[in-house]
């Protein structure tokens, strides 16, 4: 059985906290999809505004960005914009 063990890890660069990090078990899961990750491409995410508590482990970033997005995860953590305007963030 082949098992890759590379993983993304995606936290924010401003919060200075450390946290450990180890390769999950072999049938860990998707946390959209419930699909294995290691089939995939696997991308471990961790909420470091609040305490870079347990990984979430999502088997690609399509399963990452739906669900991002039926979450609402984004909503209200961007600078705001107006198309035409001059000054931009």
Avoid: K
């Avoid at 906290?17 to 049938?27: E, G, R």
């Avoid at 979450?71 to 914009?81: H, I, M, Q, R, S």
Wanted: proline residues 6%.
């Amino acid at each position: 059985m082949l098992v890759r063990e590379t993983l993304s890890v995606v936290l924010p660069s401003s919060t200075g906290m450390s946290t450990t990090i180890a390769t999950p078990d072999a049938d860990e899961t998707c946390a959209y999809c419930e699909s294995r990750i290691f089939a995939h491409d696997p991308i471990c995410v961790r909420d470091c505004e609040a305490d870079c508590g347990s990984p979430e482990y999502f088997c690609n970033y399509a399963c990452l960005s739906v669900y991002i997005e039926e979450n609402g995860l984004t909503t209200g953590d961007a600078c705001e914009w107006t198309p035409g305007e001059q000054d931009c963030c």
